[in-house]
Each structure stands twice: as structure tokens, then as C-alpha cells.
């Protein structure tokens, strides 16, 4: 399965039970959408990031396979952009999983984004505005067809280049988190970026 090269197998088994996330896609999104704004953080900056959204403490190991994708992605966007892809569930896999995992890494994106404290660039409001009813979209049983699957590759192929072009030309700023920050700042800055996820 094409899961075992790209990694997706590691990452769901990682992260597909934490409570706080709709989906493992979700924390993928997430990292590229913060990467789009700012050097890949480290382990320990990922931590009170996401303890700013409410998770518990990750593992050491859970840890490290966060940063070590947020570096490899940050390394795919500036080396050559068009090779990047976002990490997703191969066809081996149903298109209403598929689907799923989309519509959650594209929330996870947005949220990310907004976290990093991303200005959006005139250009970029219609882009985040499109990766949002992508966010909220679902999967219907009628749709599990040819017409389907290529409507899928085709918004696929979209979602890809939406790091590329967030993070063409951006000047990257390093994240410090303060761990007595306000919550309440902090929570503002999440839900002014977080889409309405599907149920």
C-alpha cells in the first residue's frame, strides 16, 4: 500500500485516537497550515501549542513524528513545491474515508494557520474562504462513483497547492509560545480561524 511509503500508516496509528482531533488529517492540516506561517517548531513548542487547544500531553514519541513531518514538509515546501502533497489515506481506502480525511485535514489547515497568528494576504481570503467549504463538506453514498473519484483528485489536486501558495514568499516567523499565556487570547486567535467542522 502506497499508506506505508508516504507515512500515513505511522501518523493514524499516531494520532488517530486523541480525543481533540476529528480525524489524524486533521493534525496534518494543522501542521502545514502553521508551517505555511512560521519555522517548523519544535517538540516542545508543538506540545504547548496543541495544549492551547485543549489536548493532553503527547508522548515523547507522538512528539517527535510531529516535528520530524513538520521539518519534512517545511523541507517539500521550499525545495520543490510542486512535489509536495498532503498526507491522506491512499485509494485503497473507501472515497467516503477519503473524503473524510480531506474535508478534516482542510479544517486542520485553517485552524494551523490561524494558530501560527497568519495574516492573510489580499489573494488569499478566497483560497482560505474555498479550503473552509471544503472543511465542511460530506460524503454522500450516491456519490461513490467514477464521477466521484475524480471529483475527489480533482479537489485533492486543489488542497495541494494551498500550502504552496500560503507560504510563497512569506517571511517565516519563529514561534515562541509563553506557557502562562491568556487563555482567553489564545482561544480568540483559534476560533477566529476554525472552520465548522462536519458532525
Known amino acids: 500500500m502506497q499508506d506505508d511509503i508516504s507515512g500515513w500508516n505511522d501518523w ?3 494520532f488517530s485516537n486523541i480525543p481533540e482531533l476529528s480525524h489524524a488529517a486533521e493534525l496534518h492540516g494543522m501542521v502545514m497550515g502553521v508551517i505555511c506561517v512560521a519555522e517548523a517548531p519544535s517538540p516542545q513548542v508543538w506540545q504547548e501549542l496543541l495544549m492551547q487547544l485543549g489536548f493532553e500531553r503527547l508522548s515523547d514519541e507522538q512528539l517527535q513524528l510531529l516535528s520530524d513531518e513538520a521539518e519534512d514538509a517545511a523541507a517539500a ?13 491512499d485509494d485503497d481506502h473507501s472515497l467516503a474515508e477519503r473524503v473524510e480525511a ?3 485535514w482542510c479544517g486542520g489547515l485553517v485552524l494551523g494557520f490561524g494558530l501560527a497568528g497568519g495574516q492573510l494576504r489580499t489573494d488569499e481570503e478566497e483560497l482560505l474562504r474555498d479550503v ?3 472543511a465542511g463538506m460530506t460524503f454522500e453514498p450516491e456519490d461513490d462513483d467514477e464521477e466521484g473519484e475524480e ?3 480533482d479537489l485533492v489536486e486543489f488542497v495541494r497547492l494551498i ?5 510563497t514568499g512569506r ?6 509560545v509563553e ?3 491568556d487563555d482567553d487570547a489564545a482561544s480568540s486567535v483559534v476560533e477566529m480561524f476554525q472552520p465548522d467542522r462536519p458532525s
Open 77 to 89: 515546501l521550499a525545495d520543490d513545491a510542486l512535489d509536495y502533497a498532503p498526507l491522506l489515506p
Open 151 to 153: 471529483g475527489y483528485a
Open 179 to 181: 506557557t502562562t499565556q
Open 102 to 104: 480531506l474535508a478534516a
Open 12 to 14: 493514524f496509528a499516531a
Open 171 to 176: 517571511a517565516k516567523k519563529l514561534l515562541v
Open 163 to 167: 500550502p504552496v501558495s500560503l507560504a
Open 132 to 134: 473552509q467549504e471544503i
